[in-house]
């Protein structure tokens, strides 16, 4: 049985090139990077070339970027880092309800500590409403934290206006952007963009590398402390071929980025019309153009995710509901909840995210077997 992925959101295959570039740097490049003699050399300079093809997707400097963990940790270095340093001009921080849970709990956690937090309800499709941040700013705020584009029902949010109230209002800004990364035109001079995290895994690189990327200037205290590596911001020896991978995984997502997405968001806007075609199915999120090329999000009237996933898994489809829960269970959404979904409607919903090998071939034998899956489980249901 062929295997079909349909989780691309949750992580993708790591590309062969982007395998090949980092073997080297196991065995043979393995020095110490702060270590001065020759052997190192060549490993400071991978790490700094792969922070050049980060910082040219996004149009940073390269002293802008800062190598993570991933993006969990490069959003808790953001919302806490920025606010422990400013707490002196305010404790009150503005996101959203529809926010990876790596923002939400930093903020939780900060509020336990004293600050406040509001969460900007979002319309029926996942837009915030930007009058509503304008009067949710006061002379408290420090930060503003709002995802680039949503990992569960893709719907992208206007950053540009995002960045120009922040600026107007002399507040930062820091934005998710892990799911943007790759499928988004990112620019963070020109959405006057102060913080924004990304993540290897997302883009057909190695997981458990990510970077946040730091605006010249911005006020922020650092979460790891030791040996002062990433010059003196997050210490650690750097997990060198995770960085290479990441380097190279960023390198191949710009060079390929028209084809990669044009190709995406066609794929994406035919499965949504073939499982349409399916009946009682709705979609979640938005449509057309602010929603991410890889995201689909459907709720299949009756049928329960849960059940659907066993089913498809069966079939050697693998896709997700809700969000990916460490535990392995099923979660309600939180997202689906903040745009009004019923419970049995985000129960019934489910996600399929897909990545640049879609072809036809490909939807055809997904389409099918998700119009038996669907209709088997109906039946059951009816009986
Ligand atoms: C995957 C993801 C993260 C977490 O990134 P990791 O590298 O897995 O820690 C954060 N935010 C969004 C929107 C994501 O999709």
């Known amino acids: 049985m062929r295997e079909l992925y349909f989780d691309y959101a949750a992580t993708t295959k790591v590309k062969k090139e982007v395998l090949e570039e980092m073997l080297p740097y196991f065995m043979e490049y393995y020095g110490n990077p702060s270590s001065i003699y020759s052997l190192s050399r060549k490993v400071k300079t991978a790490i700094d070339s792969s922070k050049n093809n980060i910082a ?27 606010a422990f340093a400013n707490k002196e001009k305010g404790k009150h921080i503005i996101t959203t309800e529809i926010e990876h849970a790596a923002i939400l709990s930093s903020c939780k956690y900060l509020q336990s500590l004293g600050f406040r937090v509001t969460y900007l309800q979002v319309d029926k499709y996942g837009f915030i409403n930007l009058d509503q941040l304008r009067k949710a700013i006061d002379g408290e705020t420090i930060l503003v934290s709002i995802m680039w584009g949503n990992n569960e029902i893709g719907t992208v949010q206007n950053i540009k206006s995002i960045g120009e109230i922040c600026k107007e209002n002399n507040v930062y800004f820091h934005t998710d952007a892990v799911q943007a990364l790759g499928q988004i035109p990112i620019d963070v001079e020109k959405m006057n963009i102060d913080l924004l995290s990304i993540s290897a895994h997302k883009i057909y690189g190695p997981k458990g590398t990510g970077a946040l990327y730091i605006k010249k200037g911005v006020k922020i205290h650092n979460l790891i402390h030791g040996g002062e590596q990433e010059r003196g911001r997050r210490s650690g020896t750097e997990n060198v071929p995770g960085i290479v991978g990441f380097g190279k995984a960023a390198e191949l997502a710009y060079d390929n980025f028209q084809d990669e997405r044009s190709k995406l968001i066609y794929f994406r806007d035919k499965i949504i019309e073939e499982l349409l075609k ?40 693998f896709a997700s509901a809700g969000s990916a ?22 129960k019934n919903s489910i996600r399929f995210t897909i990545g640049y090998t879609i072809n036809n071939d490909i939807i055809e034998e997904f389409v099918a077997k998700i119009r038996i899956a669907v209709s088997n489980i109906r039946a059951m249901m009816d009986e």
């Open 56 to 82: 040219k997707m996004i149009n940073s400097k390269r002293s802008e970027i800062c190598f993570t963990s991933g993006g969990t940790e490069a959003d808790n270095w953001a919302i806490k880092g920025v």
């Open 278 to 317: 399916i009946d009682k199915t709705k979609i979640n999120g938005a449509i057309g153009a602010n929603r991410l090329p890889n995201n689909i999000n459907v709720g299949f009237e009756g049928v329960s995710s849960e059940q659907l996933l066993i089913v498809l898994d069966s079939m050697g489809i």
């Open 325 to 346: 829960c460490s535990a392995g269970a099923i979660e309600e959404s939180h997202v689906l909840k903040a745009i009004g979904l019923s419970l049995d409607g985000a």
